[in-house]
């Protein structure tokens, strides 16, 4: 009889919004609940495959947002697993050490808070399942947490569960860093590991799994999100395999416009690139940031009338089912300016002067100036549209100077009164 568990980490749980361009309430509704969804799809597959356990390596929270509302919601799912005689184990991550509820909430008897190091047996049929953890109460944890791990017991099956930033991941906060190869050189069968968002698995004398988030939070985290559901064997061999968990799949959807003319020509190529990315997209809702591409003589009319193309976008997305527009990245390169036709005409000449003028030291200043006026008059909950110190306000500055003369040639050409 084999023993069965699911594998997550970093649910993050009602993590806050964390794009501020969702602007459509029913789309920004959908995100902001989808970590709830995703683990109520976490529960439904254990109660699916029943399976002997799960395994949750860490920051379960979001830190200290997290509400008794978040407690109430969890504590009903731990109640079914509860009822059906699914055992949880759980450790803390850096997040969860901040959360107030993760020390007030009280779980049924079959969940396993770890908190020093802690090992608890199960047993399935003839074999012995050891799953090791600990937490570390503190959001910081600058070393190695793995010498804290008791050595693998004999004629068991061994589980170490353990939140590490590994070697280090971009935009990861350092935590109880380790490598790969201490963690096969440790004796275990499984590390079930948790911390990068990215899924990670590295087989060799142990199986190291590093399962990711297991719903998308933003763009920055587009893709399949999932779980492991591992298999225990008898001859205590160890077999995973991946389960799609998200409910609101982000993606990035490239159109090239090259060729396009007109306004309608536009918008059919954006709604067939909606319709090639949905085909692909196994989650119940795709979440589109389209980026247009290309060089199109549309590019005037497109920057001015933004707005409306997101509209039309939305709505082609809308008709598809399911799938929403996040945001829409105009990233056109601006038609080529060599021809006789195009030195001939005023605005471009217009147009060239202005950029120009923009990148002079001289205009800088002043504009720079400006911005820091409003910068000052504002509240200070609205000053950081400018960035947050002196790099980001030159980042801001080169944004605005380099997309202004665009803008103003854009209104020109499309000789729009709005
Ligand atoms: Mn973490």
Redesign the pocket.
Same mark, same amino acid.
């Given at each position: 009889m084999a023993f069965r568990f699911v594998h997550t980490? @970093?649910i993050h749980l009602d993590s806050p919004l964390r794009s501020l361009a969702m602007r459509n309430p029913d789309l920004a509704g959908l995100v902001g609940d989808a970590s709830r969804q995703a683990f109520v799809s976490i529960v439904d597959l254990c109660l699916e495959e029943r399976v002997d356990a799960l395994v949750i390596a860490? @920051?379960l929270y979001d830190g200290e947002q997290t509400s008794m509302k978040t407690a109430r919601f969890l504590a009903s799912q731990m109640t079914r697993l509860h009822q059906t005689g699914i055992r949880v184990f759980k450790i803390r991550?850096? =997040? @969860?050490a901040l959360s107030r509820i993760s020390k007030q909430l009280v779980f049924p008897d079959t969940v396993t808070i770890f908190g020093r190091a802690q090992s608890v047996l199960q047993t399935a049929g003839g074999l012995d399942i050891v799953f090791h953890g600990l937490s570390f109460a503190n959001p910081k944890a600058p070393d190695s947490l793995l010498t804290k791990y008791p050595a693998a017991r004999e004629g068991a099956v061994n589980i170490g569960i353990m939140?590490t930033?590994l070697a280090g991941s971009p935009g =990861?906060?350092v935590?109880a860093p380790c490598s790969i190869a201490d963690l096969h050189a440790h004796g275990f069968d499984y590390w079930a590991l948790?911390?990068? =968002?990215v899924r990670q698995v590295y087989s060799g004398a142990s199986t190291v799994v590093m399962p990711g988030i297991p719903q998308g939070r933003d763009i920055n985290e587009a893709g399949e999100k999932s779980v492991t559901l591992v298999t225990v064997r008898d001859d205590r061999s160890v077999e995973i395999e991946e389960r799609l968990t998200s409910v609101a799949q982000f993606e990035r959807v490239s159109v090239d416009l090259t060729g396009a003319v007109e306004w309608p020509e536009a918008v059919a190529c954006i709604r067939f690139a909606l319709e090639e990315m949905r085909a692909t997209v196994r989650s119940r809702h795709a979440v589109a940031r389209v980026g247009l591409r290309g060089t199109s003589p549309l590019l005037w009319a497109l920057i001015r009338d933004r707005d409306l193309l997101l509209a039309e976008a939305e709505q082609a997305a809308e008709q598809l089912g399911h799938t929403w527009v996040e945001k829409l990245e105009l990233d056109l390169a601006p038609p080529r300016t060599e021809t006789d036709e195009d030195i001939a005409d005023p605005i471009f000449e217009l147009g060239q002067s202005m950029r120009a003028d923009a990148t002079s030291e001289a205009f800088r200043a002043e504009a720079r100036a400006f911005v820091q006026k409003m910068v000052a008059d504002l509240p200070a909950d609205g000053r950081d549209f400018a960035g947050k110190d002196e790099a980001g306000l030159e980042q801001f500055l080169d944004q605005v100077l380099s997309k202004g003369a665009d803008l103003v040639t854009a209104r020109l050409k499309s000789g729009g009164s709005s």
């Open positions: 980490a @970093d860490g @920051d991550g850096n =997040h @969860d939140h930033s =990861h906060d935590y948790g911390h990068i =968002h």
